[in-house]
């Protein structure tokens, strides 16, 4: 078993329907990220949290530290949100990331 | 907002061949950088952690004497896939977190290795 999972795995909606992508993990964590990475590879950093709630646009992250869950929001969702998600958990004393599997989100026009 | 470059992007070449690749922090200073390799469909996997000034730590299963990370400068991370053959080939990404604790990790856009 992964220490973080993610699901669903892929993801198909309709442009502005509400997406919620969900992780959890299996071991005490200092920080939870949400990454976006684009058909390019290119990695984008969404929220680094470690308790309650972000918001940044159509985005919101929120963790549950005591059950150890996080799910990413996106409100509105549009053709250009496609990408893959992936949580990542920082623990321990150093800064290493353990990644989920990742998200594959298309978004429909 | 941090930036981290990655260059090359793209690089195609022939079995036998070294292939450096830089990691920058363009607009902070970066003590720790990470080198990740991902296959096609699957997740990142940590390669190492790139320390400045010190040698790199290396996650288990990972050659070291293959693939040479050099971190001289608090800006610039590289590394070199030497002698590289077709398995070698994969999306090679860096990401960099500033100095001091508790900061999140800002990543470069890749690059793709291609080995003939």
């Known amino acids: 078993k992964n220490e973080v999972e993610q699901s669903p795995q892929n993801l198909t909606a309709q442009e502005g329907e509400f997406i919620t992508i969900n992780c959890s993990y299996s071991v005490g964590i200092s920080a939870l990220h949400w990454l976006q990475q684009h058909p390019g590879g290119g990695i984008v950093s969404l929220f680094m949290?470690?308790?309650g709630k972000k918001k940044h646009g159509r985005l919101i992250a929120t963790i549950n530290i005591q059950e150890k869950h996080s799910s990413l929001h996106i409100t509105a969702s549009h053709p250009r949100d496609s990408a893959v998600y992936i949580c990542a958990v920082k623990s321990g004393g150093n800064e290493k990331l353990t990644f989920g599997t990742g998200t594959r989100l298309t978004i429909i026009p | 907002g941090a930036v981290v470059s990655q260059h090359p992007s793209w690089v195609i070449c022939k079995s036998g061949t070294s292939v450096k690749i830089e990691c920058r922090s363009l607009?902070?200073?970066?003590?720790?950088m990470f080198w990740y390799r991902q296959f096609p469909k699957q997740s990142l996997m940590l390669m190492a952690t790139?320390?400045?000034?010190?040698?790199?730590?290396?996650e288990q299963g990972v050659e070291k004497d293959k693939f040479l990370i050099n971190h001289a400068s608090l800006t610039l991370s590289t590394l070199t896939v030497t002698s590289a053959h077709p398995e070698d080939s994969s999306f090679y990404i860096c990401?960099?977190?500033?100095?001091?604790?508790?900061?999140?990790?800002?990543f470069g856009d890749g690059t793709r290795l291609s080995i003939l």
């Open positions: 990401s960099a977190t500033r100095t001091g604790g508790g900061q999140p990790q800002h």
């Open positions: 607009d902070f200073q970066a003590t720790t």
């Open positions: 790139s320390n400045e000034g010190s040698k790199a730590t290396y």
């Open positions: 949290l470690s308790s």
